[in-house]
């Protein structure tokens, strides 16, 4: 059992239903994506995890049972809007917010100053917080969510503000970590971070799940039949082809696109048999941007997510088949 368990969890605020009978399992030492549109509940479902607000149905467990009043000393949380005290020095702050995490003294001093120094910030101690830039307040915040080692880390939008530098600095705190045991959920709008960090992720809207499950199953199912291939093969002779695209790459490459019956076996099959050379073949992925972008406006336009929300190993969905294109890593 995962460290965190959400099953078929609910909330309503006066007419608006924050959240529909969601269910999903975090599991040890992943990072784990948390997407949705502005509106869609995350924030909701965030604080229901932490025991902030209570749902009106379902079930929360942490550690394998309901919140209890210690867990919070267990779960570092990184909100969205600052939490930390402005006109006071960056080293107390984090010290006292380790000291409410259940660290005596030394160690809290150690883990902030052990933090400070990761993400390079170890000159900033005796100054006070709002002497700090946007950016650098993200990452004294961010280690206020790790002075304490919790098992579990909710970062909300954790890369706000920061440029790409400290972008690569975060991330690389993020993966060790996952690999140091820490479970991660990461809520973000940036999808190339998600495909950069994350596992398996869920995507909900308008309260409800719309996506659950591991994100390169999720890309594999949703994405366009469509291979970037050089070769010396005549692709129109091919019936499994639908169309070529021409693409102007330098290396001659082109990206062929199937027929929605047809796949990538079958084609590299048909090369084969016809003798054909090929310097190169990729499978292009749509990328996660593209079909969050189709999810969340298909909910949008029908007031619900009734016809998007499935698992892996259905049928494509019709209009994710945009113009494919690689996940870029960080």
């Known amino acids: 059992m995962g460290p965190i368990r959400v099953d078929r969890v609910s909330k309503r ?8 009978a969601v269910s999903f399992e975090v599991r040890p030492g992943e990072v784990f994506g948390l997407l949705g ?3 869609a509940g995350k924030t909701t479902l965030i604080r229901a995890i932490l025991d902030i607000i209570k749902p009106d149905s379902g079930r929360i467990e942490i550690f394998g049972r309901p919140f209890q009043p210690e867990d919070r000393e267990r779960c570092g949380y990184l909100p969205e809007e600052r939490g930390l005290y402005p006109r006071q020095p960056v080293g107390a702050v984090l010290e ?3 000291r ?15 933090w400070l120094d990761r993400l390079g910030l170890a000159d900033a101690a005796t100054k006070k917080v709002e002497q700090l830039s946007k950016g650098n307040q993200q990452k004294v915040q ?5 002075v304490a080692s919790p098992p579990i880390l909710i970062l909300d939008e954790p890369h706000s503000g920061l440029d790409p530098v400290s972008v690569r600095m975060v991330n690389g705190v993020i993966r060790e970590c996952a690999a140091g045991g820490q479970t991660v959920v990461l809520s973000t709008h940036q999808m190339n971070l998600v495909e950069a960090l994350c596992t398996r992720v869920i995507m909900i809207a308008r309260g409800q799940t719309v996506l659950y499950g591991d994100l390169q199953e999720i890309k594999r199912e949703y994405s366009a039949d469509a291979i970037r291939i050089q070769s010396n093969a005549a692709y129109g002779d091919c019936p499994l082809v639908e169309r070529v695209d021409a693409n102007g790459n330098a290396d001659r ?6 027929h929605p019956t047809a796949t990538s076996d079958e084609f590299l ?4 048999a016809r003798g054909a050379h090929v310097d190169s073949f990729e499978r292009l992925s749509t990328p996660l941007e593209e079909i969050f972008v189709h999810l969340a406006e298909h909910a949008e336009r029908t007031g619900s997510t009734s016809g998007t929300s499935r698992t892996p190993g259905t049928s494509r969905t019709p209009g994710t088949a945009g113009t494919p294109g690689t996940a870029g890593t960080l």
Not at 253 to 258: A, G, I, R, W
Request: hydrophobic share 50%.
């Open 13 to 20: 605020f006066d007419k608006t239903q924050a959240l529909d």
């Open 37 to 39: 549109p502005n509106g």
């Open 96 to 98: 006292y917010l380790g």
């Open 100 to 114: 409410l995490k259940g660290l005596g003294a030394d160690a809290a001093r150690i883990g902030a100053r052990k």
């Open 142 to 146: 961010m280690a206020a969510a790790l």
């Open 253 to 258: 490459s082109v990206n062929v696109y199937l």
């Open 269 to 272: 099959s048909w090369l084969v």
